[in-house]
């Protein structure tokens, strides 16, 4: 009995953790979005344009609304390194044709729960913590941190490059994982990339969806998760359930390594999300389309 109850509590515990972890995640996700090769510019009526990324597609704003150009997509449908399966070039074609970067059917749900996870959850919470990390956490240490921590996602990115049939992607996150596990001080540097120049290969389940030719469906933000869609939602859960400490450590480590990962996350991109909240117009709007552009190239690649 008391087996099935500590099962049963660390089964709570553990939900209770994805929906802290999303909590921040709708932060990081405001800034990664714009976190691409691409530039992009967030127009309204009367404003002048406003860069928020790297490299910039021109945006028009006709409707009043911010709008995001489709990036380029190379002649290449694949990176040399990467075994496309049959098909997947067009399937990803066809899924990419189909993300429609205007349509967000459940906007008036959608502007509340970001309000929501961005004006309560972190103004009150995750950003005050965050502060404090940032003032007593090097810089240097922080970035060992997130190191350790996306070390550990190896099994996630391995999974998800060998079901999009990208085996060599596959090997080289291995060959990451080993190096930086060992030389690297369990993930702490990131010897693979610094000492060798073996870069990350990331992909999710989300991706690897979209490679097999499902829609994403309607965007969707809800509280305590970062933003969405319906095909993203459940890749989201899946990968999840693809972090391998959570199956062998008590619920109460978990949580709190969990929690030392969004707060140092949060800490890392404090000065980087305030300069992007500032010059933007409609963060809502740029922080969606961005998120969906974002997406969908990431799958034509």
Known sequence: MKTMERCESARFWLFALVLAAGSLSIRISDVRAFDTDEQITVTSEGANQTEVANSQPE??????????????????????????????????????????FDSDPWEPFNDK??????????????????????????????????????????????????????????ATELARFTINSTVGLVGFFDVAKDGFGIEQK??????????????PGPYLILPFLPPLTVRDGIGYAL????????????????????????????SINLDRFERVAESTVDLYSAVRNA???RRAAAIRQ
């Open 59 to 100: 945006i028009s704003n006709t409707d009043e609304t911010a709008q995001v150009a489709q990036p380029a997509v190379p002649d290449d449908p694949a990176p040399a390194d990467y075994a496309a399966p049959l098909g997947a070039s067009e399937m990803a074609e066809s899924a990419a044709s189909s993300d429609d």
């Open 113 to 170: 729960m970001f309000w929501f996870n961005r004006e309560v959850l972190d103004r009150f919470l995750l950003k005050p913590i965050a502060t404090a990390w940032d003032f007593v956490l090097p810089d240097q240490v922080q970035r060992g941190i997130h190191n350790m921590f996306d070390n550990l996602g190896v099994v996630r990115r391995v999974v998800n490059n060998a079901l999009q049939a990208k085996f060599t992607g596959a």
């Open 202 to 215: 990331d992909e999710d389940a989300g991706q690897t969806f979209g490679v097999w030719g499902m829609g």
């Open 239 to 266: 990968d999840i359930a693809m972090t391998p400490y959570t199956y062998f450590v008590p619920w109460f480590a978990s949580i709190g390594a969990g929690a030392t990962n969004l707060v140092n996350e949060r």
């Open 291 to 293: 998120y969906l552009q």
